[in-house]
Structure formats: C-alpha cells, structure tokens
C-alpha cells in the first residue's frame, strides 16, 4: 500500500501512523520489525513522491508524513527510554541499508551529534545496534566520499567503544573499499589486539614480530579482558570469528600479517592443551584461562584452517604441524575440536605439498604424512562414533587433494589405514557406514583404478568392493550409506572408472534395477543422476568410437543414435526414468524430465512426432497413449505394476523412440515446476480465503489469522 | 526433682583417655597423597584415616618370573662392590635390587600407633598396610570399613601375597640400605627415600588377622566412639564401598574427603550434601593424572588394542583384580562387536579373578542406580556375566592348568601386577615383550610406565600408557569446595603446587580460599581451628552450687579450662 499517496494521507491523517510508532514496541519481535520496516517504506516513499527540490534540515522543506516520522525518531534518541532508543536506532539501520538517496544525508547530519554521544557518554547500551547502524551509514554510497564525517564518528566509535562492542564494526570497516588509510589502521588494530596481547604474553621477548606497532595500540583494556576467564573467552571467541570472517573472503585486499597471526594462533591452541610455560604473569593467567576450552579451540582452528590460503606462512610450518598433530594424538581432545584439527590439518596439508613441489622438502611432508597416517589409524578405532566419522571424512578430504601426489599415495598405501577404512564398511553406526563408503570410494581411486594400481593385499579388490558397496545399496537398512553408494558410484561413472562401455551399462543397469525401488528418494535421485552421467558418456563414448577423426554426418548421427537407444534400453533406464516422472517426490519427477527433455534432443534434434501429426494408431500400438494418459494422470508407477507393463515395452528401442517424440514433456515440466504450493499462494486463494473470513468470522478467524 | 541438663563430663571409659586438647592434629605417616594414612587427633580420640600402602618402592626389584625366564640372563651384575653381587644387578643402565620386594609402609615413629582408638578406611586401595598397622604396632582398637571394601580388599592383599609367596625368593637384601653404600649407588635406588621404613610383604594369617578386626558399616551409619564423637560413612563414588567419612562432635565437624569420584561409573554416586558445614575438611585421593580425562583415556585404550588384535598382536592391560577392570569391561561389551573384535578372547588371570567378578555382581546396594535397576529385573548388574557366559571373556586363577589349554592367540589379557614386578603379568612380559606386534597397556595410575618398564628393556613390543583414574581432578574439588564451604581445607603439599614437570599448570592445584594448609610425611599438622563449644552432663549437686535451673554452656578457654556459662548470665 505504501506505493500510493491515498493510503500515506490516510495512514498520516488519521492517526494510523501513532499506532505503527505503538507497534514498533511490540512483544512480538515479528510485529515490531514489520513496524519499523513499514516507517521505513513510509519515509522513503513520503520523500520521493512528495518532494521537487532538495531537501535541507529545515522541518518545512520535509513532505508532512516525512516530518512527522523524523520527529518521532528525533523525540526517541534523546529520551530516557532505552527501548524507545533501540526502536529508532533500528529504524535507522534499516533505513541506511535499503536507501541511498541523497536526502539521508541530510536526516543524518541532523541526527550524528545526538547517535555520538550514546558511546561517548555512556548513556546507552545498545552498543551492537550501534555498530551496526555506523556500518550501514559508512556502507551507504552516499556517504562514499573519505572526506564525510562519518568516517571521523567511526573513529570515535572505534575509540570508545570496548574491544568486544567494536569488533563487528572494525570488521565491516576493515572490508570498506573506501575507507581511510588511518581509520583502516584503527579498526585492524581492534581485531589484532588480542591475538598480539597473546603472543606477547607467551613469549619474553618476543621472539617473531607482534602483530601491531605498540605505539597505535594501548593493549590495558584488552589486556584486563584477557585477564578474567569469562571476558578472555569470549574476547577471543568473537575476534577469531571476525578473523576467519576476513581471511575467508576471497577478494580482501588487506594484508594481514599474517606469520604473526600464525604465531599467535599456534600459541592460543598451545594455551589450550597446556603445553606452552608462559613467560609474563599475563601469560600465566590467559593460560589458566584458556585450558581445555572447546569453544576457543574450535574458533582458532577455524581460523588456521582459512589461513592455509594465505601465503607468507612458510616458516612457521614445522611448529604449526607439532601442534596440529598434538591435537589429533591427545586422547583428551574434544570430537568437536578434533573434527575442526582435521579439516585444519587437510588444509595445510596440501599447502605443505604445495611447498613441496617448490622447496624439495618432500622429506618433512613424508614424516608429516606418517605421523598423520599413524594417528589417522588410532583414530580410526575410536570407540566415539564421531571421532571415527571424522577421521574417513578427512581420509576423504586428503584423497580428493593429493591423491596425484606420490609421496601421499606411498604413505597412505604402506599404511593400515586403507584395510581399517574398509573394516568400517560394517560398522554399526550409519553415519560411520557412510562416511566409509565415501572414503572407500575415493581411495579406489589410488588402489583399483589407478593405471599403476598396487597390490594392497587387502580383503577387498575391486570387484570385492564394487559388490560390497552394492550389497550395501540394497541391503543397507539406512538410507545414510545408500546414498554415499549411489554418490560413489555417480563419481566412479563419471570419472570413467567402471572400464569399457559394456562393463558400464551392466554396472548402471544393476544399479538401476536396484535402487528404483528404494524407499529413500535421494536414492532414486542419484540414481537418475547416474542415468545422466552415463547416457551423456554413452553418447560421447560411441561418437569417439566411431568416427575418431571426422565430424558426426547424417549416417553415423543415426547410428549412434540407434546403438545408443539400443544400450539405453538394455540398461532399462527408461522404465525408471519415466516411472519418475510420477514419482511423489517432485525433485526426481523433474529430473527425470529434465533427462528426457535431453534425451529426446538427442533422438529429434530437428523437430519431435507430435509436430509432425503422425497417425495416433502408428503408435498406439505400441502403449504410447496409454503412457501419455497415464502420466497425466501422475499414476505411471501404480499402473506399471497392475497393467502397464503389458501394454509399453520400456525395453523397446522403437517404443521409446516413439514416446521421446510423441509425449509433451514440456507441458510436464510446466507441471512439475510449479511449487507445491503454488494453488494455495495465488491471488485467488487469497480471495477465497478473504472471503470465507467475512462469510463466518468467528469460526474462520484462526485460519485467517 | 528436674533431672540435671548439664554436668561436668566423665572421662571417656576408655583407656585411652587423655588430657582434653581444644585443638585439632593431624600426623600425616604417608607421603603419598593418593595412598594416605594420616591420624586425626580430635576431643581425646585418636583416629587413623587409611592405611594406604607405597607400592612405587617395588619398581626398584627385579621383576619375579614364575618359571626361571630369559630374563634373568639378560642382566649382568652391577660390579661396585664385591658385597653387591648378590643384591644388585644392572639392565640397560638400570640397576635394581635382587631380591623378594618391599614396600614402603606409613611412618611408625611420628607418634605410638598403640594409642589409636580407631582406623577409618575409605576404600579397598587404602587399606593395603593393615595387616602392618595392626600386627606389629600393638593396635588394639576398632577398623571401620563398608563390607566391598573389606571383601575387595581382601581380594587384592590376598592376591598380593598368593604373587609374591608362589615365587620363593631365598635372597633378602639390606646392605644397599646403608646410608653410605646407598650414596654411591646410581638413580633412582640413590634417590629411593624411606629405606628404613621398606620391609616385605606379610603373609596370609596376618591378613587375616588384620582382618578380623574390622568392623562393618554402611553409608550414612552413625557411629560413637566413645561418646566423644561421632564418625559416619559416605558414599565417595569411586569404587565399591568407598567411603568418605564425616567425625563430627556436637559442635565440630570434621570432614574426611579420600578417594571421591563424580563420573558415572559403576559405584554409588558421591554423597556431596553432607559434606556442607564442615570446620575442617581433610581432602586426599585426588586424581593422580589430572591432565588425562578418563573418557579419552578409555577410548584411547580401546582405539589402541583394536588396533593391535586387527593387525595380529596380543594385548596385555597390568592391571588390580578390581576397579576400573569392571568399567573397561563393560567400554569393551559395547565395542568388541563394533570394532569386530567379537572373536577375540578376552582373558583375566588373577588367583582372585574369579572370586572379583562374582562379588561385582552381588554387591548390589554399593552400585548407582542403574546397575541397581537392573538387579530386579533381575539381570546383572555388570554386562561381564554375559561376556564369560558367551565365552569372549574367561578368567582363570593363574597361567599354569586350564589356561595353557585355552590359550589363543591374538588375545588380550588383563593381569596383575600393574607394577611389573609380580604376578602372572611377568610371564607375558617375557612371552610377548620381543614382537612389536603385541601392545602392553597401562591403565593404572600408580606406577610410572617407563619405571615399570626398565627391567624388561630393550622391548620390542608397543607400550601404551592411558591411565584411568576416575578421581576428583582440580576443577571439580574447586566446584565441589565452593559448594560444600569447608571453613579450612587441610590437604597434602603435592596438591598445593602444580606438578613439578608442569610447573606453568598453575590449574593443576587446589584453589581456595583461604588457601589450603598442606602437610607432609612426618609432619604433624596443627589445625587453627579451635573448638568453642562442648556438650556437658552436669552433676545435680554441680548444678545447685552454681545456682543453675535449665542449664548453659561450657566456654573452652584458650588454656583449655572450662569456664560454665548459664544463658541466664
């Protein structure tokens, strides 16, 4: 309603504008959003539509509806109601970030002096709305320009506020692309603080560069922070978030120093575990603070593992990898903190091969790899379910990295790792199943289907595993391991792992057969996804075969399109692809399209049957109406198993050739596009519904409501 | 007439009475704070807290085979003096003392352990220097202890000795005891304290005898003592029976804290509510590795003897015939078949083996609730009735007999002693020690692995040290001091420092206020505590000369006369 004047008069004149300012107060957080968000539309579209010249900070030039919210949030800052402060502060920050028209400069120039002395003064508590509203104003491309003043109140902001009110605003200023040199330098200063606190409070004297100039920074209030339990944790909690926040972002121009934050982070996890004798009483403190908690551990991983990517941390790597590996031997590591170590450790691992192809220093990668292996196969025997989850999904991790690395693939093999990763194809907790077969799967890349496979000499060789994962597939009582299989064997067929052609449509066809009867419809999906992978591949595979050196011409075209028709039959993909079309899971019905739409491409690339008006008994013959109606109907799959099996052969080339052509697989996709909801979320249901209301009002007032 | 309500006391009828002491004393005869055995000496009684017995002083011999081993050969004799060639000899560097082993007993001279009125024993490890107490001190009082306590402990000082004495050792040695021979010798035997006080293990009828003065009680039983105060057992939840004690007088409570445990495992949990108020609460038997927790030790041990069978090795856990075997055993039902180990056999060899898995499962009233739940089903309490009924786990008094006809390898193997020195644990040592396949396993906290080790070097075989000990750690005796508000905390020096190989672990000690007085071996420890008030009966002819109708109280002056006072002064 708010993109017409009628209802802005209606709403301002009469009063229904006092009950949107009531309303912003409301208990229901949903409500007092949708309040401010109104107020917001209201101002926004007060201004725009009802002003010719540009507006100054003269009450007369502003449109009355304008005025009157202005007014309102004016009279809220300077109350004594700290709600009626975060109400306005709200409506600011929503107001900053959805409009960029130059009039909200002139409405903050009014407001600035007021919004400062919140932290100058104290007065208010509402420090994150605060920071976040200074975001939104510094974001906004009207105040772009680094000679605005809003660049000094972020100063002062980042100056009065404590470390933890600041963080989230030196964050966003840090990313600013506009932001002044020295406002930059202050709000890294913020996120740096603690982690220089720490490195200095570990080591006298410090042995590698702290992380800040000591003459920007004055480390007492973050130094009083780190020095009780509660604040030290959190502290450091929310500036490692900030931390990985930064370094996770790909396009951040900002150089951070990063060895010394490396130091430092080695030196939190080194607190943590209580292995590092702190050399300054603050040291002592921050240590006793730090044992054993999760919480930080779990942040700083998260931070080392994004700074992996960052170069300039080549000499830290022999005591990064002592304490990483510290953390997967202690017995007393947390599974959370330890799952966090893993995913860290795959990380650096493949900078330290990165490092290795450049600096030979493939000996200490071969001693870190054995360690690693070694502790990998403890781990593997954990009687913690998780802990074993974890360690098939970094054994996962590391295969998909390095495994075209030698000095990997020799460590690993000459490891008990690959026979302890299969033995956990029967372990009883699902999601351990899984993540095995995962793994499994991808180290059948460096065993069985590696041009220069090595004898293991484990229980499993390739057709062992295939059939075992197959067993899994379609015995497995969970759906968690069946569908690791179906994935698994997408990437084997996609990857062209299986062998020849023929090996391939067996392996699909089994596959198919069974997964289209499983219960769980990400099963089926893959199994679709698999029908994808495998007529793509056919298609190309017999283009290569036939004709490897010229192009496709009319007559080879239509050979491979026969030879191709005839394997898609043989491996019985069309029985499962148009039962899916009827599927109760929309996502395979939609699918299964997709890949007849691709198909009947393939077979009509010019123009299909039902264009070219074929006589409707040249196929009725052979069940295409019947298949047409039916999947109208969306009862293929019922039908299938009372009375259509005898009526379309799915296995008939010709058949299929002739429904490809003939069924509207567009109007299906139309179809099974729609939402389910889509009945229920149109106009007239809206109607109805209004309707019904008006009808019976108090029996229809819940459902309307 | 009004019967009197208050009268000058009579003396306690005891002979033991003594001269009324307003303060408390502690005499601490043990320097090992897990293994204490301190004497509480409050309002004329005399009590001795454990009788913990330092079994460390073994690692210093020559482990006993029980069939004449390879063992042996690899030693050659440590060539300082020609009086030595019978008492020592040297292995890779160390030497050791050839002879039966001696433990270390509590000190004998600080104070006559003949005018002890009463011995409190928390749990069955602390009660291993009875026999030593009561036997040879002129001892005539009262042992109070929970019925497992005395059954398990019997178990273990029976196993004890059943390992020492099958193994007759002709040789005794004493000559490297003197001060100046004993310079000169090399670390550790150098370093060894309390010599004098090492002596041989006792014999059966001693045990028994030992034994026979105990009297049983039960959690939260009151018990007088001589009308002078009043001790009572709490569940400490760390083992069967365990028991923290609570001596109180009508105005004085004192708090004995030995041993307590706040997992879930399988004893009763820890009775903290009755700790609350105490004037003094003595705390020992904290965890001796607090920087290991239990579950990741545990899980570390299952992780590594999976590892070992799947790759062909046997395992061997030294181990007590009673504690954390219980809980490692139902960690393995839950895991064996997981980690397909289900064909695995599971052997525990202990002359007592049998006697320890059967009192487990009848000690019903000393479990947690669940393992209580589960009696009325009825089931077993603990799930090793199922393994020994499917075979997977079989127990065996020795190796010698129906064992040597079972044995199957890859196996694992729970033994004592976890010392080395002793028992059944000797002969895998020596059977199993060359391959590296086979893994040996420390879950006992109370001797160092590597001092273990030193005579078996060089070892090929893996060695694993995951100690279990399901004591309080530092964090939660400052949660459970904050709850419980003892006015003063009385506890070991070690527990006042961090660990001297930790020294920056300034985590690793008690945190109170105000800060913990500490004691040592030898020393006798004044409390500042001093009583204010005692509970009279009054003579009616008292009563009348003072003119008292209803009665008053008695103010203990600082120089220990009573000063009687009417509430209507």
Partial sequence: MMHHQLALRFLCDDGGIDVIFTLQGDPSLFVASAASQLLVHMLTFSVESETTKPLSTKDGDWPACAQMIIKHIEDSLQSSSSSHIEQSLNLLTSLFGSCCDTWTEVLWLGIAKQIESFWMEETVQAHHMLAKLLLKVAWSPVFCDTESGIWALVTSALEHLTPVQAGPLAVGIVRHYNCPQDVRIQALTVLLQPMDCILRAASQPLEYAGLLDESVSDPATVESLLSSKSSCVNLLCQTLAHLEELLSQMRFSVDLPYTSLLHSLTTILQFCNGFLRPASPLGSTISRNLINCFRVQRSALDVLAALSEKKACDTLLGSLFDVLLAYLESPNTNPTVLKKTFQATSKWLVRLRELSCSNSQWQQTEKILEDVFLVLQKRLCSPCWEVRDSSLEFLTDLIKSLRDQDEFRQSLLSSEVPRLTEDLLEDPESYVRASAVTAVGHLAFITYFAPESPATGNQYNKENTVAKLHEILSTDTEGFPRRAVISIFNKWVREGCIGQLEDTEQFVSRVIQTVKHDLDWEVRLGGLELIEVFSSQTVCRLCVLNCPYTSVSAVTGCIHQNSSLLIFCRAKVFNFLFQSLCDCDQPLGQRACDILLALRCRFYPVKTLKDSQVAEDSYAGHGIAWLQRTLRQGSLAQNILTDGGNRVDFQDPESMLLALGIIDLEELHDELNKSSDHVEKSPQSLLQDILASVGTIEENEADCY | ?569
């Fill in chain 2, 1 to 569: 007439a009004k019967s009197p309500i208050l009268a000058v006391p009579e003396e306690p009828s005891n002979s033991l009475s003594k001269k009324r002491n307003p303060h408390v004393e502690v005499y601490c005869l043990s320097g090992h704070p897990t293994l204490p055995c301190n004497v509480l000496k409050f309002k004329s009684t005399t009590i001795m807290l454990d009788c913990g017995l330092d079994m460390t002083s073994t690692l210093n011999f020559l482990p006993l085979p029980l069939v004449q081993s390879n063992i042996v050969l690899y030693f050659c004799v440590f060539s300082v003096d020609v009086f030595f060639l019978q008492e020592l000899k040297e292995c890779s560097g160390h030497v050791f003392v050839d002879s039966v082993p001696e433990f270390c007993l509590p000190e004998t001279e600080l104070l006559d352990l003949s005018t002890v009125d009463v011995i409190l024993i928390s749990n069955y490890h602390c009660m291993m220097a009875l026999p030593y107490i009561t036997e040879y001190t002129g001892f005539t009082g009262t042992v109070y202890a929970t019925e497992p306590t005395v059954q398990i402990g019997r178990l273990l000082m029976e196993e004890l000795v059943n390992s020492i004495e099958r193994v007759p050792k002709a040789q005794s040695a004493s000559m490297w005891k003197n001060k100046e021979v004993q310079r000169v010798l090399p670390a550790p035997l150098k370093d060894a304290v309390e010599v004098s006080m090492w002596r041989k293990c006792y014999t059966m009828p001693e045990v028994n005898a030992a034994l026979s003065k105990i009297q049983l009680v039960g959690y939260s039983q009151k018990i007088e003592l001589f009308g002078a105060v009043q001790v009572t057992p709490l569940s400490s939840g760390y083992a069967l029976g365990s028991s923290n004690w609570i001596i109180q007088s009508h105005y004085e409570k004192v708090s004995y804290v030995s041993g307590s445990s706040l997992l879930t495992t399988h004893p009763q949990p820890m009775d903290q509510a009755s700790l609350k108020n105490s004037d003094v609460l003595i705390l020992t038997g904290l965890t001796q590795i607090p920087t290991a927790n239990p579950d990741g030790m545990v899980g570390e041990f299952c992780s590594n003897l999976a590892m070992t069978v799947r790759n062909g090795g046997n395992v061997l856990v030294p181990c007590y015939p009673s504690g954390v075997i219980y809980d490692l055993l139902e960690c393995l039902y839950q895991y064996i078949d997981s980690a397909g180990l289900s064909n695995v056999p599971f052997y525990f060899i202990s002359p007592v083996a049998n006697s320890s898995l059967e009192f487990s499962q009848i000690f019903a009233e000393w479990l947690c609730h669940n393992k209580q739940t589960k009696v009325y089903l009825p089931e077993p309490p603990f799930p090793h009735a199922e393994l020994i009924q499917t075979n997977k786990l079989k127990h065996y008094p020795s190796i010698h007999g129906d064992f040597s006809n079972d044995f199957k390898q890859p196996c694992v193997v729970f033994t004592g002693h976890p010392s080395l020195r002793f028992g059944d644990v000797v002969h895998f040592m020596e059977l199993w020690g060359k391959s590296s396949l086979n893994t040996v396993i420390f879950t006992e906290p109370d001797f160092s692995y590597l001092d273990a080790l030193a005579p078996y070097q060089p070892l090929a075989m893996k060695c694993v040290y995951c100690p279990i000990d399901t004591r309080l750690n530092f964090i939660q005796v400052s949660k459970l001091l904050k709850e419980v508000q003892p006015l003063h905390v009385v506890c070991p020096e070690q527990y006042t420092q961090p660990p001297p190989t930790q020294s920056h672990r300034t985590d690793l000690m008690v945190d109170c206020q105000p800060p913990p007085m500490s004691y040592r071996r030898a020393e006798v420890l004044t409390l500042p505590y001093k009583r204010r008030y005692e509970k009279i009966e009054i003579m009616p002819e008292v009563s009348n000369k003072n003119g008292e109708k209803d009665g008053g109280f008695l103010l203990i002056q600082p120089n220990s006369s009573y000063c009687f006072s009417s509430p209507f002064d």
